[in-house]
């Protein structure tokens, strides 16, 4: 058995032995994965920007990775109706707290901070965390060249907190709209970009932005789907969702959709031990 079946299968008894629990937890009042099925519906908070995770297609329909997950998530979990609703991720947690949705699908990565808030499933995207410059940048090779340089972040997420404790000396400045992130950086309005390397490499591959990666892999990049803490039902639903989905080949087929080259399902079995 590999390290990450192990992980896996210690996970799932794991939330099971909470499953067992949840009745005494929730016994005067319905978990929010029971309010989902008795209303038919689940709100599921996802970004309309992050192109190809999240965004809004040609006729203002939200679509990408996220999308199609979220889409064989409910179906598998029976519940019918989705209701996506559009949020960046400085929001996702205190929204999640504050009920505007029941879960998030949004390649959240379970930092140390967020776990104080909410919980987490187990991966269903994994890549790694990137510098990306304009392609006629020669100068930055790597974090060591970063010093004092513009370095724009997502607001709010992984990128962000790594940025602020490996790259403290450079310039951060801090967006919430992904494509105005490449946009400036496109037309040397700061330096450098940090962000996973799909996203990146997607920007580039489409030519809407002039970038390259400069230097090597940061970090691995894992993404999970978040809900409020405690909610045990909905860790064990949604933890065997995603293993049935990593293990019949489902995050294979729609990688292959929208990250051309990519078997997420095999990538996030080949995990390395210390991605975190």
């Known amino acids: 058995m590999s390290h990450m079946t192990q992980k896996m299968s210690v996970l799932f008894k794991w939330t099971t032995v909470l499953a067992l629990t949840a009745g005494t937890v929730f016994a005067h009042g319905q978990t929010v994965l029971q309010k989902t099925r008795t ?18 297609d040609e006729a203002n329909q939200p679509t990408g990775y996220n999308v199609d997950v979220s889409r064989e998530l409910a179906k598998r979990l029976n519940i019918p109706k ?18 505007r949705y029941d879960i998030v699908v949004a390649i959240l990565t379970p930092t140390e901070e ?5 919980d987490f499933s187990i991966p269903y995207m994994v890549t790694s965390k990137n510098l990306f410059v304009h392609a006629d940048n020669d100068t930055i090779r790597g974090p060591e060249d970063m ?8 607001g709010g ?13 450079s310039n951060i400045r801090v967006y919430d709209n992904f494509i105005l992130a490449f946009q ?24 809407r932005f002039p970038v390259k990666i400069a230097g090597p892999n940061l970090d691995y990049e894992i993404g999970t789907i978040g809900w ?4 045990a039902d909905m860790a064990l639903a949604v933890n065997k969702v995603v293993q049935e989905m990593i293990d019949d080949g489902t995050l ?25």
């Open 252 to 276: 294979n087929r729609i990688s292959r959709k929208w990250l051309p080259g990519i078997d997420m399902g095999d990538d996030i079995k080949k995990m390395p031990k210390d991605a975190k």
């Open 157 to 169: 997420t992984s990128d962000e907190a790594w940025a602020r404790k490996n790259l403290a000396d």
């Open 228 to 231: 409020k803490k405690g909610e």
């Open 147 to 154: 010093k004092g340089k513009r370095l724009a972040v997502a």
């Open 114 to 118: 967020r776990r104080k808030s909410a």
């Open 82 to 99: 989705i209701t996506f609703v559009a949020d960046t991720y400085k929001n996702f947690i205190s929204g999640l707290n504050s009920d």
């Open 39 to 56: 209303k038919n519906e689940i709100r599921i908070a996802t970004t309309d920007t992050l192109k190809p995770w999240g965004f809004m």
């Open 184 to 207: 400036d950086l496109g037309l040397k309005r700061v330096d450098a970009r940090l962000t996973d390397r799909i996203t990146g490499m997607t920007a580039a591959r489409e030519g």
